[in-house]
């Protein structure tokens, strides 16, 4: 239901966008979001965005540096990311419609990132 992309092996300072392409009905109508989880640690959020790409919000470890975005004509959310540091290396996950308690109803499969130093 959700393809992400994107990840790679960068070195500190560069910049990388992730995709994620969104294959169920409602993704127009909702809500979505990235997530991370970096070796030895448990999953964190990234960033979310509602469902027509306003009023996003970001984990303080990433403020300033990255961006969520959609394009509902695509059916497709990004997360640009700049100023990438060691510490952002991790396998990022895309999630989509909010269902409460934090939890998403579909996720993606995961693309890793690994940024050297």
């Known amino acids: 239901q959700l393809q992400a992309s994107g990840g790679g092996l960068v070195q500190a300072g560069d910049s990388l966008r992730l995709s994620c392409i969104a294959s169920f009905r409602n993704f127009r109508s909702s809500s979505s979001a990235w997530f991370r989880q970096a070796p030895g640690k448990e999953r964190e959020f990234v960033a979310r965005?509602?469902?027509?790409?306003?009023?996003?919000s970001y984990s303080d470890s990433v403020k300033g540096r990255f961006t969520i975005s959609r394009d509902n004509a695509k059916n497709t959310m990004y997360l640009q990311m700049n100023s990438l540091r060691p510490d952002d290396t991790a396998i990022y996950y895309c999630?989509?419609?909010?269902?409460?308690?934090?939890?998403?109803?579909?996720w993606g499969q995961g693309t890793l990132v690994t940024v050297s130093s």
């Open positions: 999630a989509a419609q909010y269902i409460g308690g934090g939890a998403y109803k579909y």
């Open positions: 965005v509602n469902w027509g790409g306003f009023d996003p």
